[in-house]
T-cell receptor, first 113, second 113 residues
């Protein structure tokens, strides 16, 4: 089973604060994704990446930056956090095969006060 | 932008009964269709997927796809307490190298018959 590790698991910050969410996968997957999950909205794609140095914009990118430093590591940055970014954030990875199965990390719960 | 909608929002299912979850999508060029299951407090996990029109069965679960109707569904037979979860449908333009767009989910709540 693919292993995707997110840190921190929980984070509380204040409005205007800077937050970095980290994700590491150890399965040699090329593709990595950041989603947010909110009640009534399911999972919404923020940013994704095809490999180190690559970044693709998702469906809800406003207020977020992302960086893929290595094949293993994908970071999500909130530079001026707002209460609307309070959410459960999931990182996922997948291999470039016909079955585009996403393997999710355990999630980071972020509260912006 | 792809729109994916699920119905119903929640479902109470007697143990041993069969139930159906629905998913509609807006992009007729979509080629990959999947269901994910998310137990309470856990990460989503892939359940099953399909590329072509028709049906695919895996154990108690059957996925049915009708591209012309922009609709696919998940049928669960012989409902078990372990089926209690949020079920998320997902669609992508192709089988690989493309991000999944998720629906908002259907919460399945098993009950005693």
């Amino acid at each position: 089973e693919a292993a995707v590790t997110q840190s921190p698991r929980n984070k509380v910050t204040v409005t205007g604060g800077n937050v970095t969410l980290s994700c590491r996968q150890t399965n040699s997957h090329n593709y990595m994704y950041w989603y947010r999950q909110d009640t009534g909205h399911g999972l919404r794609l923020i940013h994704y990446s095809y490999g180190a140095g690559n970044l693709q914009i998702g469906d809800v990118p406003d207020g977020y930056k992302a960086t893929r430093t290595t094949q293993e590591d994908f970071f999500l940055l909130l530079e001026l956090a707002s209460p609307s970014q309070t959410s459960l954030y999931f990182c996922a990875s997948s291999a470039p095969t016909g079955q585009n199965t996403l393997y999710f990390g355990a999630g980071t719960r972020l509260s912006v006060l | 932008q792809q729109k994916v909608q699920q119905s119903p929002e929640s479902l109470i299912v007697p143990e041993g009964a069969m139930t159906s979850l629905n998913c509609t999508f807006s992009d007729s060029a979509s080629q990959y269709f999947a269901w994910y299951r998310q137990h309470s407090g856990k990460a989503p996990k892939a359940l099953m997927s399909i590329f072509s029109n028709g049906e695919k069965e895996e154990g108690r679960f059957t996925i049915h796809l009708n591209k012309a109707s922009l609709h696919f569904s998940l049928h669960i037979r012989d409902s078990q307490p372990s089926d209690s979860a949020l079920y998320l449908c997902a669609v992508s333009p192709s089988g690989f190298a493309s991000a999944l767009t998720f629906g908002s989910g259907t919460k399945v709540i098993p009950c005693l018959p």
